[in-house]
């Protein structure tokens, strides 16, 4: 099969990375990241959640965080929104575009948002339906797509139910994401050949953590699928509050040098984003999760 020709970066290092830390990281640390992040081309970034505090601390400045980002014409800002509460949070601070998140695996679904994933479901749909009346995006993620830490193996199959309620209720685009890393290229490809026939696979997006060290593969094995939407964190922060041990996602450096590598042009400096990175691991004192941008440093 071909491989697409263009590909787009779905920046999640503020939101996702930067979910899991426990130490407190200033607003102003956090606005730089984005700032930095929009300076280096990349022109989608997930900024942060609009979530209970009480859930994930480390994302209750994000009210804050959008109100100070230096907004780039071009640039989408987007955030987290397990609820119409958060929706509304979310308009307030001039959010451009949120995302709506449910599991492939019950226990998760109840560990990360408290209810079942049917509830979720039902959770979204005044989201998505106050979403069209504003005219606001809403983008869907699926967790624990290749594993679960909980239940262990997910079927395809049941990956691709919830992607298409996700689809079928407005969601524009599916993420479907490997939560605690797990995933091999055989088992990617055969994932996105079951929901792909529930879902177009230019609606879906790959989401991969790179615990196992197969990220890299899984997103090239993606490729190959057609797949052409990608999530990843500058300098691999991140990990999961609701999977112990999951890594961050696949570092976007390494992601940018394997789409260079293939020709495949998204108007991203890595140098530039080399250097986001670097930035935000000093200030969080911990070790660059990319492979590039430590070879480049060497
Ligand atoms: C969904 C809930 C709220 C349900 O939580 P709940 O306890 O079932 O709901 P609740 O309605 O009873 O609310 C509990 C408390 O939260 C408050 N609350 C309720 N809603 C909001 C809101 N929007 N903003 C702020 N506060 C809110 C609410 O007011 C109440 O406060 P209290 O009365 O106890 O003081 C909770 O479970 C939650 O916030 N979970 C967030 C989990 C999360 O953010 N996880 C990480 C993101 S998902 C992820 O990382 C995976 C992904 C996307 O990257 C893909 C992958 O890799 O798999």
């Not at 700032?35 to 994000?62: N, R, T």
């Not at 993606?222 to 609701?242: H, K, M, R």
């Not at 999951?246 to 976007?252: D, F, K, P």
């Amino acid at each position: 099969m071909n491989l697409p020709q263009h590909v787009r970066l779905v920046e999640v290092g503020p939101r996702d990375g930067l979910q899991n830390e426990k130490q407190p990281i200033s607003v102003a640390d956090k606005v730089r990241l984005v700032d930095d992040l929009s300076a280096a081309g990349l022109g989608y970034i997930e900024v942060g959640s609009f979530v209970s505090p009480k859930w994930v601390p480390q994302m209750a400045g994000s009210a804050e965080v959008f109100a100070q980002i230096a907004r780039k014409p071009g640039v989408t800002y987007a955030a987290l929104a397990p609820n119409l509460r958060g929706f509304e949070a979310a308009l307030e601070s001039k959010v451009e575009e949120v995302a709506v998140f449910a599991a492939a695996s019950e226990a998760f679904s109840q560990k990360n948002i408290n209810c079942s994933i049917a509830e979720s479901l039902e959770r979204f749909v005044p989201v998505l339906d106050a979403a069209k009346q504003r005219g606001v995006r809403v983008r869907g993620y699926v967790s624990c797509v290749l594993g679960c830490p909980y239940e262990g193996a997910v079927a395809p199959e049941q990956v691709a139910s919830v992607a298409r309620e996700l689809f079928a209720m407005g969601c524009y685009e599916v993420s479907l994401g490997d939560t605690i890393g797990v995933g091999t290229a055989g088992a990617t490809r055969k994932m996105f050949e079951v929901v792909g026939r529930d879902v177009p696979r230019d609606k879906l997006a790959g989401h991969f953590h790179d615990t196992y060290g197969q990220a890299v593969a899984n997103v090239y094995a993606s490729l190959l699928e057609g797949i052409s939407v990608f999530d990843s964190s500058v300098a691999g922060l991140g990990g999961c509050p609701y999977a112990k041990g999951a890594t961050g996602n696949v570092a976007s450096e390494d992601m940018l040098y394997l789409l260079n590598g293939l020709g495949i042009d998204t108007g991203i400096d890595l140098d530039k984003l080399i250097a986001a990175g670097r930035r935000i691991c000093q200030v969080l004192g911990r070790d660059n999760g990319s492979r590039v941008a430590k070879a480049r440093q060497a």
